[in-house]
């Protein structure tokens, strides 16, 4: 499966993006999704998960209330709803995706087979 990340931009703090990750090559409403992001000289970090057939979503304690991951199986589509985004979240999101992914690795970048290929998201103070 191939996945495209888009929806990043440069944005006031305060303010709301939305990231798409559209999948192509196979349908993906089956497998384990999440949104990843990296800031210059920091490790990846987990920051929003569904589990396998999206059953169950994850949020890393620095965007819950302030991050949705969704999704549309018809569309073969995942997005992050990014709200009251601070200059910390300042980073390149990276989507993924895995088909046999457990709930206990569901925050764990290294665990995901698919990877897209970033989009970055600058918030400005």
């Known amino acids: 499966v191939q996945l495209q990340a888009s929806g990043g931009g440069l944005v006031q703090a305060g303010g709301s993006l939305r990231l798409s990750c559209a999948a192509s090559g196979r349908t993906f409403s089956s497998y384990a999704k999440g949104w990843f992001r990296q800031s210059p000289g920091k490790e990846r970090e987990f920051v929003a998960a569904f589990s396998r057939r999206g059953g169950s979503t994850y949020y890393a304690d620095s965007v819950k209330g302030r991050f949705t991951i969704s999704r549309d199986n018809a569309k073969n589509t995942v997005y992050l709803q990014m709200n009251s985004l601070k200059p910390e979240d300042t980073a390149v999101y990276y989507c993924?995706?895995?088909?046999?992914?457990?709930?206990?690795?569901?925050?764990?970048?290294?665990?995901?087979?698919?990877w897209g290929q970033g989009t970055q998201v600058t918030v400005s103070s």
């Open positions: 993924a995706a895995d088909p046999g992914l457990i709930t206990s690795s569901i925050t764990r970048w290294d665990e995901y087979d698919y």
